[in-house]
């Protein structure tokens, strides 16, 4: 399945597909965010049933914390549009797979504790459905609650600009364009050694 599990990730990856006139239809990627967000949902569902607490919806550090899930999410979507891309990585699935979820792991370290490390939709409408239904909730959770699930996908948004427009390694035949570029510049060194040795 390619193992997104996280909209934005499918956002930011289907934004490089379209520019790339790719032949994946757009459905499919609609059905990967609906899968992913029933997945959220059972998760919320799964948690009652268990009696387990969810955790609070309400940022240690208010709106810095939309600044900081947007930045993180970013990251997260950019290191998995280079991870898929063959042109730039090689890496087996299984190793992808790895560093994606270190990411995430030390995300969830690095910010929990600011913004909770949600940097996921799916999780984001559980956790809105879960503390609105089940648990006892007051207006400000509600309220920054928007943010765990706007967050991700600019994030998703900004990662493919980045991926794309800025760095430009989304685009198609990049690994050739860069060759070119060297072997153009290494002939344009070339040139003036070649015309020193011709008129000594």
């Known amino acids: 399945s390619g193992a997104h599990v996280n909209p934005a990730v499918t956002l930011s990856l289907f934004l490089t597909d379209y520019r790339n ?53 970013m990251f ?53 459905v879960g503390k609105t239904i089940f648990k006892d909730t007051n207006i400000d959770q509600l309220y920054y609650s928007g943010l765990y699930f706007i967050a991700p996908f600019v994030g998703g948004i900004l990662a493919h600009i980045f991926y794309y427009d800025i760095f430009r390694i989304g685009e198609p035949n990049f690994a050739e364009k860069k060759m070119a570029e060297v072997v153009e510049g290494s002939q ?3 040139q003036p050694l070649l015309a020193q040795q011709a008129t000594a």
């Open 76 to 128: 997260l979507c950019l290191a998995v549009q280079i991870l898929c891309d063959k042109k730039l990585s090689n890496a087996n699935p299984t190793i992808a797979g790895t560093i994606v979820g270190v990411m995430v792991y030390t995300t969830a370290l690095s910010i929990g504790q600011l913004s909770g490390g949600v940097i996921n939709p799916a999780i984001a409408v559980g956790l809105i």
């Open 188 to 190: 344009a060194e070339k």
């Open 21 to 73: 006139n790719s032949q994946q239809p757009g459905l499919l990627y609609v059905l990967y965010v609906i899968m992913q967000t029933l997945g959220g949902l059972l998760a919320t569902v799964v948690a009652e049933l268990a009696n387990l607490e969810f955790p609070a919806l309400l940022p240690s550090k208010g709106w810095y914390a939309f600044i900081i899930e947007v930045i993180f999410s």
